[in-house]
């Protein structure tokens, strides 16, 4: 090979060599003296954040808030700062949001009402929402597993009398669904002193309702007895898909993402009382009715009527009125009026 060829390509290798050794060290520098011209951010203590968006109304429970900590320079004697004696997380469940907050907002005191606070429940209700109270025992209140903040149907059991003979018709009708209950007896929240999800039965549940159906549940409880039905989570979800394709719920025009889904979220937390279904004691037993008892008719009214069952024969005066069961016709000759049951000679 060519010597000068050889010197050629020696050279060339080693002027690649000290390039990239070069670039290297000056990328290396710059980027270490970026890093060292980033100050460092002193952390504070922990505080209470949101950990998701919290809307007016509502019932703080344990995936509501998470402890995050802080900058030092941003702290404010508002916060909720781990260590503190009201600071306690276990303490604001069960308590509701009076103010919205949004997720990672830190909690300030007065963002929240607890339940020994004037105004508590009035902050738990939605705007023109009212809260009824209804009573129930073991068995008509699932047993005690209604817990504040779940969803239940509302069912109406009667007795239907009628006002013929037999036996009362004997109906059960789901009058309101996706009903928010607030309290069980005076809790609003499912722990207990220690954290843990207690099971307690109650004789009294409060819910939120519009005004209208506050009217029927308070009917409801003179007419018959009423029980609670505990929903699905899915549910939910599920009713509301079905009312928006139904167009009974529309979302306003010209609202951006983040408004349609507060939209919908918030109609999906109201209650429905439209629609209701309803099972008859004949659907459950054949040897129940179907229908409400009727009351007998007039039999002279049904002669009149034409070819009516069980019509009075006129006679005279003074004389017993022979019945006539079944089928009739009516002929007619001139002014005289003659009623024969048909198959009579």
């Known amino acids: 090979m060519d010597v000068k060829k050889v010197a050629l390509l020696v050279g060339a290798l080693v002027i690649a060599v000290i390039t990239a050794v070069m670039a290297k060290n000056m990328f290396a520098g710059a980027g270490a003296q970026q890093a060292a011209a980033a100050p460092a951010v002193p952390v504070g203590p922990k505080i209470l954040v949101a950990k998701k968006a919290l809307p007016v109304g509502t019932i703080i429970d344990a995936d509501s808030l998470s402890w995050q900590p802080w900058p030092k320079e941003l702290m404010q004697g508002a916060y909720y700062t781990e260590g503190q004696p009201d600071a306690n997380l276990p303490k604001l469940l069960g308590t509701v949001v009076r103010y919205q907050i949004t997720a990672g907002q830190p909690l300030t005191r007065g963002a929240v009402v607890g339940p020994q606070d004037r105004g508590f429940l009035a902050a738990a209700l939605g705007a023109g929402m009212r809260a009824v109270t209804v009573p129930v025992n073991a068995s008509t209140g699932v047993a005690g597993f209604i817990f504040p903040g779940d969803h239940v149907d509302l069912v109406l059991t009667q007795q239907v009398t009628g006002g013929g003979d037999g036996p009362p018709l004997k109906v059960s009708e789901t009058i309101v669904r996706n009903i928010r209950v607030l309290a069980t007896d005076q809790r609003f929240t499912d722990k207990d002193e220690d954290g843990k999800t207690a099971v307690k039965t109650f004789s009294n549940v409060t819910m939120e309702v519009t005004p209208k159906i506050a009217e029927k549940i308070e009917v409801a409880q003179s007419v018959g007895t009423l029980s609670l039905s505990l929903r699905s ?35 999906a937390n109201r209650p429905n009382d439209v629609d209701p279904s309803f099972t008859t004691g004949g659907d459950v037993s054949r040897f129940q009715r179907r229908t409400v008892p009727a009351k007998p008719r007039d039999n002279n009214a049904q002669a009149a009527g034409g070819a009516q069952s069980a019509p009075r024969l006129s006679a005279p005066s003074g004389s017993i009125t022979p019945v006539v069961v079944g089928p009739v016709v009516r002929i007619a000759r001139g002014n005289d009026v003659t009623v024969v049951p048909v198959g009579a000679r």
Request: net charge negative; no cysteine; glycine share 6%.
């Open 233 to 267: 989570i899915a549910d939910d979800t599920s009713d509301l898909e079905r009312q928006v394709a139904a167009g009974d719920i529309k979302v306003p025009a010209g609202v951006n993402p983040t408004q349609e889904k507060q939209f919908l979220l918030a109609a």
